[in-house]
C-alpha cells in the first residue's frame, strides 16, 4: 500500500487565497487592514529566515507587516516596553514574538504580556486555558494547520483514536486539546511512554511532534493511519555532496508511506500551513475587534 500525500504546501496556498479574499472584503467594508508586528531579538538566522517569510506571505495576503529586530542583548525592560507599544497600537491586530528569545530573557513573561486578543500564537496564559475549557481562543498556528489538514483529508474526526507524540506547549498539548475538542479519543505520548509501538499502532490519527529525525517507524503504524509529520530536522546529506544536509521528519517517510493511509511530506506539509495559519488568526483577531 502507498499513501496518498496530503499537499500542505497545496492546502496553505488555498487558505492564503481566502484569507486574501476576506481581507479585501474587511478593507473595503470596514476602511481597515489587518496588521500583523512580528519582532525578533537577536540573529538566530533560522529564526531571521522565518520572519522574513511571515513578512512576505503578510504582505502578500494584503495586510501590514511590522517587522522590530532587536539587537541580542535587548533588555527585558525594553522588550516589555516595545510590547507595550504594540498592545495599544489601533494599526496592529496580531503581535508574534519570535521564540526562542535569547537567554536572558523571560519567555513566558514576555508572552504573557502580549494582548491575548492579539496573541496570534495562541501561548498567552489565557488563551491556553480558554482552548483547554473549549472555549473560544487564539489557536497555535501549527496545531491549527494540522487540524485543518486531517478535516479536509478524513472529514468528520469524532471517535477516531488518535496519538499525539511530543508534550510540548507549542504543537503536542494543544494539537491533544484539538483533537480532543473534535471528539477523538486522544492519548499524549512522549519519552517516557512505554511500549511507544503498541500505543501508536491503536491509532486511526498519528501526529509526530518530537523533534527527532526519521523516529516514527513503518512496524508502528496501524494500515490506513492518517500520520501528520510535524517534525523539521536537518541531518547531513553525504549522498548531496560534501557538507550537504537535507530536511526530514519525525517519521520515517519511505516506511510509513508503504502503510499509512495518507500522510504528509517534509517539506511540503505541516510547514506551510503554520504560516498560513498565522495569517488566518491575524485576520481572526481584526475581525473579532472590527468585525
Ligand atoms: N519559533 C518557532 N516556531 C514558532 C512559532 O510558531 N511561533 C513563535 N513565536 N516562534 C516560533
Redo the contacts with the bound molecule.
Sequence with gaps: MTATLIDGKAFAASVRERVATHVARIKEAQGVTPGLAVVLVGDDPA?EV?VRSKGKQTVEVGMHSYEHKLPADTSEADLLALIEQLNSDKAVHGI?????LPKHLNESLVINAIDPAKDV?G?HISNVGLLGTGQKSMV???PLGCLMMLRDHLGELSGKTAVVIGRSN?VGKPMAQLLLGDSCTVTIAHSRTKDLAEVVKRADIVVAAVGRPNFVQGGWIKPGATVIDVGINRIPAPEKGEGKTRLVGDVDFEAVKEVAGAITPVPGGVGPM?IAC?LANTLTACCRKHG
Excluded: G, H, M, W
Design positions: 529564526s522565518y508574534l514574538v519570535q521564540l526562542p500564537d501561548f497555535p498556528c501549527t507549542i503554520t498565522l
